[in-house]
T-cell receptor, first 114, second 110 residues
Framework: GENVEQHPSTLSVQEGDSAVIKCTYS??????FPWYKQELGKRPQLIID?????GEKKDQRIAVTLNKTAKHFSLHITETQPEDSAVYFC?????????????FGTGTQLKVEL | DVKVTQSSRYLVKRTGEKVFLECVQD?????MFWYRQDPGLGLRLIYF???????EKGDIPEGYSVSREKKERFSLILESASTNQTSMYLC?????????FGAGTRLSVL
């Protein structure tokens, strides 16, 4: 099955700096890669996603890049703010006989310090 | 807005009890999922369903079963709860893209 590895497990940056979180996946047939943000005590929320026919996608201060050959994708957050502090999860969708099944990375705890 | 509702935020059960966790979504999504979330392990898929009465095992189905009798409702069942099933349980639903999560049920098995 699919295996998703995520690094680093914790990341501390100064406010205004950039943050990068990296994920690798094992199944070359995976074709959809969402990123989720989970604030303390809250549910995971989809913040950005990318499909395998696209190399990069941006939404204001966040961007995701995908390298299909190397089977890795990354989340980039620019001009970080304290409200960006959260746990971030990457995921990859396996192609299966039915459904829309995601395999998640183990998460990155991002702390933005003032 | 997609709404995924889990019936309980906190639940305390005894070892050996049968436990039902309920999840309801209001967006007519085909796919529904149950995950458990543990520190350092991320979100692990227990079971999912892509249609009424259809179910597939996820990565950690042992000790769990599910029921999907109606499209909007997906239930997770712990036949005989054990202490190692103490965890946060998250339900999610989706069409073809990203999944939308419920608020979670924190289950403690004593």
């Amino acid at each position: 099955g699919e295996n998703v590895e995520q690094h680093p497990s914790t990341l501390s940056v100064q406010e205004g700096d950039s943050a990068v979180i990296k994920c690798t996946y094992s199944d070359s047939a995976s074709n959809y890669f969402p990123w989720y943000k989970q604030e303390l005590g809250k549910r995971p929320q989809l913040i950005i996603d990318i499909r395998s026919n696209v190399g990069e996608k941006k939404d204001q201060r966040i961007a995701v890049t995908l390298n299909k050959t190397a089977k890795h994708f990354s989340l980039h957050i620019t001009e970080t703010q304290p409200e960006d502090s959260a746990v971030y999860f990457c995921a990859a969708r396996r192609v299966t006989g039915g459904g829309n099944k995601l395999t998640f990375g183990t998460g990155t705890q991002l702390k933005v310090e003032l | 807005d997609v709404k995924v509702t889990q019936s309980s935020r906190y639940l305390v059960k005894r070892t050996g009890e049968k436990v039902f966790l309920e999840c309801v979504q209001d967006m007519d999504h085909e796919n529904m999922f149950w995950y458990r979330q543990d520190p350092g392990l991320g979100l692990r898929l227990i079971y999912f369903s892509y249609d009424v009465k259809m179910k597939e095992k996820g990565d950690i189905p042992e000790g769990y079963s599910v029921s999907r009798e109606k499209k909007e409702r997906f239930s997770l069942i712990l036949e005989s709860a054990s202490t190692n099933q103490t965890s946060m349980y998250l339900c999610a639903s989706s069409l073809t893209g990203g999944q939308y999560f419920g608020a979670g049920t924190r289950l403690s098995v004593l």
